[in-house]
T-cell receptor, first 113, second 111 residues
Framework: DAGVTQSPTHLIKTRGQHVTLRCSPISGHKSVSWYQQVLGQGPQFIFQYYEKEERGRGNFPDRFSARQFPNYSSELNVNALLLGDSALYLC????????????FGPGTRLTVT | RKEVEQDPGPFNVPEGATVAFNCTYSNSASQSFFWYRQDCRKEPKLLMSVYSSGNEDGRFTAQLNRASQYISLLIRDSKLSDSATYLCVVNIEDSNYQLIWGAGTKLIIKP
């Protein structure tokens, strides 16, 4: 069975640009969560979607947005990129909500120059 | 005080030894608890969920102490392949539905 997939794997952008990251959850999983991880820290929660609705939002600015599609895949959008947005962006899928085990994709490594 | 705290380590442990880490959490409303392991520049992988009664999976044992608000992970007969960062995760079922992650404890198993 396919695990969580994310695209692209690596991305280099310049300040002020916009980026879209994509995630496909494990088949049968209805919830997708997005995390940002910088070196030496644990993942920081950005969003959780369940059944195409936003269920949770972390402490990130409005430049960050996301959505979930009818097939449960998801996109994370970041506008007006800042140098500090450089990080590993992780997508995790779970059967339902956050109280269930989450399974991560390999992540997208974003570098903002 | 951070919501989830872990000793960053590194813990340098000889192969075959037993090692234990603790993770403390600040919100008494925390409902679900997990341990993940993360290898360098890789995604976190679920190691085990932590149940109120404690649970064991091979060489790994997890315990929950609600009164003192900590969870623990014990690794017996450590292997070189156990070298990784171990992340403690807590779910708080409030209106925000999010998992709170510790920064991780780095474990290095030496031959």
């Amino acid at each position: 069975d396919a695990g969580v997939t994310q695209s692209p794997t690596h991305l280099i952008k310049t300040r002020g640009q916009h980026v879209t990251l994509r995630c496909s959850p494990i088949s049968g999983h209805k919830s997708v969560s997005w995390y940002q991880q910088v070196l030496g820290q644990g993942p920081q929660f950005i969003f959780q979607y369940y059944e195409k609705e936003e269920r949770g939002r972390g402490n990130f600015p409005d430049r960050f947005s996301a959505r979930q599609f009818p097939n449960y895949s998801s996109e994370l959008n970041v506008n007006a990129l800042l140098l500090g947005d450089s990080a590993l962006y992780l997508c995790a899928s779970s059967l339902e909500g956050a109280s269930y085990e989450q399974y991560f994709g390999p992540g997208t490594r974003l570098t903002v120059t | 005080r951070k919501e989830v705290e872990q000793d960053p380590g590194p813990f340098n442990v000889p192969e075959g030894a037993t090692v234990a880490f603790n993770c403390t959490y600040s919100n008494s409303a925390s409902q679900s608890f997990f341990w993940y392991r993360q290898d360098c520049r890789k995604e976190p992988k679920l190691l085990m969920s932590v149940y109120s009664s404690g649970n064991e999976d091979g060489r790994f044992t997890a315990q929950l102490n609600r009164a003192s608000q900590y969870i623990s992970l014990l690794i017996r007969d450590s292997k070189l392949s156990d070298s990784a960062t171990y992340l403690c995760v807590v779910n708080i079922e409030d209106s925000n539905y999010q998992l709170i992650w510790g920064a991780g404890t780095k474990l290095i198993i030496k031959p």
